[in-house]
Structure formats: structure tokens, C-alpha cells
Nanobody, 118 residues
Framework: QVQLVESGGGLVQAGGSLRLSCAAS????????MGWFRQAPGKERAFVAS????????YYADSVKGRFTISRDNAKNTVYLQMNSLKPEDTAVYYC???????????WGQGTQVTVSL
């Protein structure tokens, strides 16, 4: 089992920045990929970014490329999502997720709210 705890959400004005954190515990050695997803009101959960432990590869949704950066701190078993130039359409609950060798996101955090105001 892997436990994930997100933090860092909040209210920010458009153009501002936030950094989300996802602390992993438990069987983290089995983690293959860490990802961030978001769900806006009335919409389905959508992929935001991912980080692959094996080769440090990163992937981003087109909507956040150039504005968001995913990174990790091995010593802390923590993955971060640095969000810059935030827009109102970035408003959502952000979830951290972990995938093992199956490459399926089996583990999810509780989510953290990000609200971007005009």
C-alpha cells in the first residue's frame, strides 16, 4: 500500500503561483510513476502532469505546459507541482496519484482545492 497526502492548495489571484506537495509513505519502493490530476466542478478528472521515477521523465497536459512543473525530492518521498501564471480555469481539486509496475494509478490522495480568482 502507498499513502499519499497532498498539501499546498489555496486561493490565489490570476497570474499568481502555488506549489502543491504530495508526500508518499508506505511501499513507495514499488512506485513507478507519480501523477497529478485535477477535477473542476461539473467536469471529469483530468490528467495534469506525471513524473516517472526510473528515468525522471515528465509529461504535461497541453493546457499546463510551460506554466506547471512537476518535480520530486527523493529524500522526502515527496512530489511537487509548481504552478505559475495561474488562470481561473485552473480552479479545481488537485489529486496526487501513484502507479506501480502495472502503470495504473492505483493510489490516490484526498485532494487539495486550488481556486484562482480574477
Amino acid at each position: 500500500q502507498v499513502q499519499l497526502v497532498e498539501s499546498g492548495g489555496g486561493l490565489v489571484q490570476a497570474g499568481g503561483s502555488l506549489r502543491l506537495s504530495c508526500a508518499a509513505s508506505g511501499r513507495t519502493f514499488s512506485t513507478y510513476t507519480m501523477g497529478w490530476f485535477r477535477q473542476a466542478p461539473g467536469k471529469e478528472r483530468a490528467f495534469v502532469a506525471s513524473f516517472r521515477w526510473s528515468d525522471s521523465s515528465t509529461y504535461y497536459a497541453d493546457s499546463v505546459k510551460g506554466r506547471f512543473t512537476i518535480s520530486r525530492d527523493n529524500a522526502k518521498n515527496t512530489v511537487y507541482l509548481q504552478m505559475n501564471s495561474l488562470k481561473p480555469e485552473d480552479t479545481a481539486v488537485y489529486y496526487c496519484a501513484a502507479a506501480g509496475s502495472s502503470k495504473i494509478y492505483d493510489y490516490w490522495g484526498q485532494g487539495t482545492q486550488v481556486t484562482v480568482s480574477l
